[in-house]
């Protein structure tokens, strides 16, 4: 079976403009942009139905069923949306219970027009939609009872599942769900006021809690259906290598072996093992020869990426921003001038729930069950691999262990390969399964990076002149998304947390270099600003270091006046870290960053030393401002774990290399994300109290954190870290 | 004069006398185990530094030197890289720490389908058995050897007890049939066969366990 | 293929496996039993994390073949001991989870943990819990749910 995989490309792309013009113009069904989505001078989607039923179902119990139009992969979904419903619901929260939608139209992204998760769009996206549910849902059960009873529905009030009438009449939602669910959906409702929230803005705990914790919750990869068979494949070791010869006598030797075959893969071919169950599965995979054919293919190599990439850098490439007065660096004496190179290595996900997707074929139709960010598009994958429309696709949610971006893919490799398997069986649920091997070599990293900075600094101490090169690997070209994501040759997602810098730096160029190289990149979580971030934070501290100026008043005098997110969190944070920050111990440094990124600003403040060699970080202050804090305890817990997961690029074993065209990782041995050891044993965050929109607290916790201990560092070592991962101190 | 040198010459034969004694009684003990055989006291000191360098070429091979670190940590591999998961030594004894124990994994043998090298009590060798210095690097020849040597920080083990030691202990038999690695290659063997060892530490005992002078 | 007459949470339980499988995989496959959880297969990251005869065993990398008759406890059944079920208690009240993949595993290492160091200080929670991945990174909260379990527990 040789590869169609540009058929299936092709395929899908036509596919795509036609469901793009069959909504009846729809805007932008395919469009995703990060960092921003609410920018200004694009028109306002036109309004969407959502049908309330389809995301809520009271049952004669009591028990209030919440469709979620995401996946939870631990953000914290199934509980913050559900209680911005039941809010306006008026519910009783202790009745309430998420789930997962599956994939369909009508749990599509409201702003993104595609069912997904990501931008840290969860509740920013959702929150108005999930308020006008649980409101109309209210409405529909009051005016049900208003029915019953006779009487107006302005005489009646809701609280807590019950409708209350005049004259005491009471009835609790569960009898009047289907009366209500016959009543007209209103077309317009109150919202509360936010003095009337029981739940929004109220430090409410997780409903998956407690199934997390005693082994009930089910992943997708803990899936288990009758006559289910267990898949894992034999990917080439250099990306896009085509199979030539199997030898897989050795493999079929093991007793549960089903089938072995070749299969088209989104890149190259690749040899699928189907067995009984997953050990032998990876055993068989494990023992297959396999001669692979690599003519013609790219060998990436790291160290020579490496160097090509700090070459590009010492050119201007497309150009995102050009401002002012590009003579101004060289009338810029070269005492005050500053040039600074930094480099960055491909980084993988590594989710702790390995890549895994369900799917069974039953030759008009199918099902899959995935633990996906991306269902419109794994739905549509796996039809089309199939032969099938996507609505014949049952398309289930299942929680996942962990994603970051990784199960977000434009050409759902995962799903994708799973339906080319099931394909082979009949009503057979095959579950692929990517061990941790496969999912460290695999691909589909946050790209390497070359940054060169040159910064011309005026006789105040600021930034007169800025001229900035990024080098990296489009995320987009040659998708769908190219044409909304990348201007002019640059790919917004490569420069934003430079080109959208909130800094006043009059003369201010920025360009970009996008290679093309044969290593599949993606978008890890908070994107450009992993890079940007780093980059920009580090060099305004050395820039304060010069100007003799505290980090935090320094970025205050910088910062444009109506950068008011980030002026407020700086403030917050110096409020909140003063005390601390002046009363070190010998030997600890406080490092400070802030950034803003997904409409969400943050400030940092970390407490740092050098312990065995390595950072040791004993606190971390954040300061937060998201907007309308729906949920505060959720939001903790994301800047929390957010910054843990950024420290990973600080860590030592913190890079995927490659040599030859073969990734030198394997696991967690060789890469290495951070253990409780090297997160902060505190972290205090504070959130500004707003009632502005809510902006996304997913990602905009990654960036700060790796700046901020660097920053501390050099405080104590005296060296500048710019070329990650943080080999030594 | 007379006096004290009667009283020497008394003490001298008193010493003898037990010393005769002693090596009477030792001579012919048994040593247990497969490579008993009969101490001779005849190897030279040259023999027996000879010897060492062939017993120090083993001690300072993966197989054995990655759980006689300086650190609070055991190695791996043939590279001696610090073992992931930050594994830690715990007490004195050397097993891990609660919930992170050598025996959560290692078990009495080795697991070749996962590739975990496993022997009965997994576990690290106290510090003063320490063979590298805290940067991972092996110690010299010397100083090993006086490590070895030191009854105060060797569990108070003479030559007789390192012989057996070394041809008996189950860690160190673990050496010579380390296992699978979890690509399934085999690990690498330590330089010497078991009999070389086992042979050129007999030697080295013989000679009264000399050590090279130097650092 | 050979069989095992294997104790998990004090029940019997036969299966008939080849010996080299992993004992995490006999409890997921062949048990059902999928509390237990796949992060990488080589001991490196904690989420198979076991109690085999007491010990925090990650069943990952042990054949079933080397487990005798020792008595095997998983996270299905950790709360029916005293300190089991405080610790889970604790980290629903801490709201610890994120994606909770992990969990099972802190958990089952946790519950190791405090029943043989009651009163654990911030090392011995760092080194006991040091191995055990979350790339959540919810660790912060890790360190306060076990001490407020030991608080509760001593």
Redesign the interface.
Known sequence: MRAEKNDLHLNRRSFLCASTAAAGGLLVSLYLDFPAFAQEGRPSPPPKVYPPDAFVRIEPSGKIFITVNRLEFGQGVQTSLPMVLADELDADWSQVVAELAPAAEVYKDPLFGIQMVGGSGSISHSFQQYRELGAKTRAMLIAAAADRWKVSPNDCRAENSVVYGPAGKSARYAELAERAARKPVPNTVRLKNPSEFRLIGKKVPRLDSRAKCDGSQKFGLDLDLPGMKIAVVAHPPVFGGRVKNVDDQEARRLSGVKDIFEIPLAKGTGVAVVADRFWTAKQARDRLQIEWDLSGIELADSSQLRAKFKEMARRPGNVAVARGDDKAMSRTPAARRIVAEYEFPYLAHTPMEPLNATVSFKGDKAEAWVPSQFQTLDQMAVAQALGLKPEQVTFHTEYAGGGFGRRAVIDSHVPLEAALIAKRFRDTPIKLVWPREDDVRGGYYRPMHAHRVEIGIGADGMPAAWRHVVVGQSLVAGTPFAAMMIKDGVDKTTVEGVEDTHYNVPNFHVSAHHPVVNVPVLWWRSVGHTHTAFVMETLIDELATRAKMDPIAYRRKLLKPDAKKLRTVLDLLDQKSAAWRKNLPKGHAAGISCHECFNTAVACAVEVSIENKRPKIHRATLAVHCGLAVNPLSIESQFQGGIGFGLNQLMAQGAITLKDGRVEQSNFDGFTPPYIGDAPVAVDVHIVPSTEQPTGCGEPPVPVISPAVVNALTRLTGKRYRNLPLAAV | MLSNSRFFIRTLLIVLGFTATWIVLTADAAVEGRDSQKLNSAASRPDGLAAWEQVYLVLISPRCINCHTATNYPQQGDDRRRHFANVVRGGHEGKGVPALTCAGCHQEVNADSTGVPGAPNWHLAPLSMRWQDTNDRPLSSAAVCRAVTDRSRNHNMDGRALLKHNAEDKLVLWGRNPGRRPDGTMRTLPPLTHAEFANATRTWVEAGTPCPRGR | ?ATYQLNVNGQSKKVDV?????LL?VL??DL????????????????C?VHVDG????S????VS?IGNRKIT???AI?QDPVGRKV?DA??EK??????????GQ?M??V??L???PKPT?Q????????????????????EAIKSASEQLT
């Open positions: 293929m080849d010996p080299g499988t992993p995989w997921r496959e059902k039993m999928t509390g237990t959880k796949y992060g990488c297969g080589i001991s490196a990251c904690g989420a994390t010990i925090a065993t990650r990952c990398v042990v054949p080397l998983t996270i299905e709360a889970q980290w629903v709201d610890v989870v994120q994606c909770g993949y992990c969990q099972s958990i290492s946790a190791a943990l029943k043989a160091t911030e011995n929670i760092e080194e006991s819990m040091g191995g055990n991945l979350c790339r959540c990174a919810t660790y912060v909260r890790i360190r």
